[in-house]
């Protein structure tokens, strides 16, 4: 089996910068309260006209610069995304195109937020056996026009973001390599997140629109307490399947959806605060794209170098999460 390696990041934030004092304007909510259950001070959101593959074709053609590949030599284009530019056809064949990658296929997994992931171990196993050399994976999302800015418990969690890597095969002991990977669901609580309209249960219709059933809705406070469960054990699941502890992870990068959550969570895996990777107070909780934009920060900004141990871990709607471990 080949091993697979990370070779390039890249990211995507919109310019448009929209602070928690928007909100204190249109609805019933503080900047205080805000920060203090969440830790989000800011967050970006697209400008009218924008779209996912915009943020996306951006994030992976910086991705394919610190590589040092061209599009042409990619093979495969993942991308976990709930919210592509249209409803058909997926995401990964807009950006494919849009970055003349010929002779990649392309593809969608709609995971919610662990969406990265759950792209990561399908590149791998596709990449494992040789028949596919490189891949493109990202994970991107524009939460902003799926939320009702009338509902407080939702509107003021969640930014847009694209965030993306390019794997290849391992050339070596110092190039790094995905060492465990995780990815799990349970439909049975699918109604704690979903966006109930504009698919083929309730497709678009103007009664569908006048009672909102295009926005997302979340039962925050049941999410928060299965968000903790699933991301410790599945944290727990890979480390244990390399025989790996806490104690030698140089970096955890959680799902950025609420800083308690990843207080918590880092604070039951052992690992102290000082390791954690922490972008959500000013992009808030940008789903798929989490990971993949902090990771890029981390090392763009050279606080992520070649060699360092990672841990990622991600949750979100289906439910859905999964965990990653690798050597940079
Ligand atoms: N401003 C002021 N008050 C608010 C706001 C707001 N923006 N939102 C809710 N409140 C109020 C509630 O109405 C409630 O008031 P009440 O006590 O009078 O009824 C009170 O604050 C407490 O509400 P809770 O929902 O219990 O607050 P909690 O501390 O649980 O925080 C939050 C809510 C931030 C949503 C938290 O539960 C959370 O982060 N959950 C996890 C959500 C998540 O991470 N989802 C990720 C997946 S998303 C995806 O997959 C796309």
Redesign the pocket.
């Known amino acids: 089996m080949k091993k697979i390696t990370i070779k390039g990041t890249g990211s995507c934030a919109p310019e448009r910068v929209v602070p928690n004092s928007y909100?204190e304007k249109i609805?019933?909510?503080?900047d205080e309260?805000?920060t203090t259950?969440?830790g989000i001070k800011e967050r970006r959101m697209i400008e009218k006209g924008q779209a996912m593959s915009d943020l996306a074709t951006l994030a992976s053609a910086s991705a394919l610069q610190m590589a040092g590949i061209s599009p042409e030599e990619l093979d495969l284009i993942i991308i976990g995304t709930?919210t592509a530019d249209m409803v058909s056809p997926s995401a990964g064949c807009i950006v494919q195109h849009r970055l003349g990658a010929k002779k990649a296929v392309a593809f969608d997994v709609n995971a919610?937020?662990p969406g990265f992931i759950y792209g990561l171990a399908i590149a791998q196993k596709f990449m494992q056996d040789g028949s596919y050399g490189k891949a493109l994976v990202v994970g991107g999302e524009i939460?902003s026009n799926r939320i009702d800015f009338k509902d407080?418990?939702t509107c003021?969690?969640f930014g847009d973001g694209a965030g993306a890597v390019v794997l290849g095969h391992s050339n070596g002991k110092d190039d790094g390599e995905i060492l465990s990977m995780d990815i799990e669901s349970d439909g049975d609580l699918w109604r704690l997140?979903h966006v109930p309209g504009g698919g083929s249960r309730i497709p678009a219709s103007h009664e569908m629109l006048n009672e909102g059933l295009q926005y997302?809705k979340?039962q925050?406070?049941e999410?928060?307490k299965h968000?903790v469960r699933t991301l410790v054990d599945s944290a727990n699941k890979i480390m244990a399947q390399q025989g790996i502890t806490s104690g030698e992870i140089d970096w955890f990068i959680p799902h950025q959806?609420?800083i308690r959550?990843m207080e918590v969570v880092a604070e039951r895996l052992g690992i102290p605060t000082e390791k954690v990777i922490i972008t959500v107070h000013k992009y808030g909780?940008t789903?798929a794209a989490s990971i993949p934009v902090a990771f890029d920060e981390a090392v763009r900004s050279g606080r992520i170098r070649k060699g360092d141990l990672i841990l990622v871990n991600s949750?979100?709607?289906g439910l859905t999460w999964g965990a990653a471990l690798f050597r940079y």
């Open positions: 909100f609805i019933d909510t503080s309260w805000i259950r969440t709930s919610a937020c939460i407080r418990s003021v969690l997140i997302l979340m925050g406070n999410v928060f968000a959806a609420n959550i909780n789903s949750f979100g709607a």
